[in-house]
């Protein structure tokens, strides 16, 4: 969703020019590129122009210092004034932190049913006692129902079918059974329609006002684009809400709404849904958003899903090797390891500084991929203390190594080349003095 606007983001890099201050005419073309680029990504005209203003507002009247790159310079400024629009560091608070009700609210389809068991898998990720109930007042379509208690039983939780057929007598019931039997957290599923209507929205309305201190999630479905901003904006004003979950991110939409959200409704987004598997939920973060806007990449998210599937110690080892340079070749295979277990190269490539600016082919993808299953087999002939000191491998060693992993000697120099390189480069992002940091 958000390779869109990366795509057109991170040409804007040549707008500006590496020396001295920015003239009126490079602030100009800068202004209407990033514009159009908004535009294209169906973000509403009113955003558009009005971040375009912020941010040539405080391009204009600041002067980059002699001593540093002016397009650095520049780049934070744009980068601040994305992050500060998309809801700020500081507006991130995790709604599933504290124990409640949760009522979803959103339109048939939009992915509350589905969402449902996402956020308890959240939960339960980080506290893996907790209570967890799930119930339905979705009497639209019993399969709605049957949906969410196969849902809960994959996933762990309690399920309760209200014996009411009349909406609000079955949230009551509901809540009183949460009561009774110390749920932590209750589910509270909803039905939707396809589209916005009076009668739904009161009932929501009603439904919400049963419940004490409800969180309200409203699930809008990234696929529709702007429209999803004026569904936000009804059921804001009829039934009221505490922040969002943009679910199908992973589709080819263009991220217009996700961009423009914070902006027309003044709440925040707590999630975005990244595909149809209970896991497949990840909190938005409006700093590292903006890195993957501007092709900076998103390491931290990176690093993060990388812990999830790695064991911890493993895992900490690496980070201080990436942040040092210090990482030897048992490094580099365990990271090639580690690549493997998050995912294609493919997949893993949005995530990494600049890569949307050199737009890799698929071709490309897949010889890289190729020469990491390459680099494996080479550094898995190699002895324990070659892997350590690198400097041992020449002549005589290069020739058994290349011999051991079935590869051409010229392969082996070329990968001991890529790793210095990697070595060199893991160091700058980690430990040198990165613009962002
Ligand atoms: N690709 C993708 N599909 C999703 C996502 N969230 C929900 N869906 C799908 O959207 C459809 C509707 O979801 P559902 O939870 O039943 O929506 P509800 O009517 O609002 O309860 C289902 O086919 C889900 O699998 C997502 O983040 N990505
Ligand atoms: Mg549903």
Known sequence: MFDFLARNFSSLFSCFSRKGPLSEDQARTFGDTVQQALL???????????????????????????????????????????????????????????????????????????????????????????RILFASVDFQRPAAIDQLRILAERVDCFFYQASSPDVLQAVAEILSVKDAQGYDYLFLDTAGRLHVDDRLLAELAAVVALVKAPSRLLVLDAMTGQE??????????????????????????????????????????????????????????????????????????LVERANEKLKKEEDERMLRALKTGNFTLDDFLRQID???????????????????????????????????????????????????????????RKRRIARGAGVEVAVVTQMMQRFEEGRRLFKQLGGGKGLFR
């Open 40 to 130: 294209d990504a169906d973000v509403p005209l009113t955003v558009a122009k009005g971040f375009v203003q912020d941010v040539s507002l405080d391009l204009v009247g600041s002067m980059p210092p002699k001593s540093v790159d002016s397009q650095e310079y520049y780049m934070k400024i744009v980068y601040d004034r994305l992050v500060a629009f998309l809801g700020g560091v500081e507006g991130v608070s995790d709604p599933l932190l504290k124990p409640g009700v949760f009522v979803m609210l959103g339109l048939q389809g939009s992915g509350k049913t589905t969402t449902i068991a996402k956020l308890a898998v959240s939960i339960h990720k980080r506290s893996p006692g907790a």
């Open 228 to 301: 999803s901003l004026n569904v936000a904006r009804l059921f804001d004003e009829r039934v009221g809400f505490d922040g969002a979950i943009l679910s199908k991110a992973d589709s080819d939409a263009r991220g217009g709404a996700a961009f423009s959200f914070r902006y027309a409704l003044k709440k925040p987004v707590f999630f975005v849904g990244t595909g149809e598997g209970v896991a497949d939920l990840e909190r938005f973060y409006p700093d590292r958003m903006a890195s993957r806007i501007l092709g900076l990449g998103d390491i931290a998210t």
């Open 338 to 396: 580690m690549m493997n277990k998050m995912g294609s190269l493919g997949s893993l490539l949005k995530y990494l500084p600049g890569a949307m600016q050199f737009k890799i082919s698929p071709e490309q993808v897949a010889q890289g991929e190729f020469e990491m299953a390459r680099f494996k087999a080479i550094i898995q002939s190699m002895t324990k203390k070659e892997r350590l000191m690198p400097d041992l491998v020449s002549g005589s």
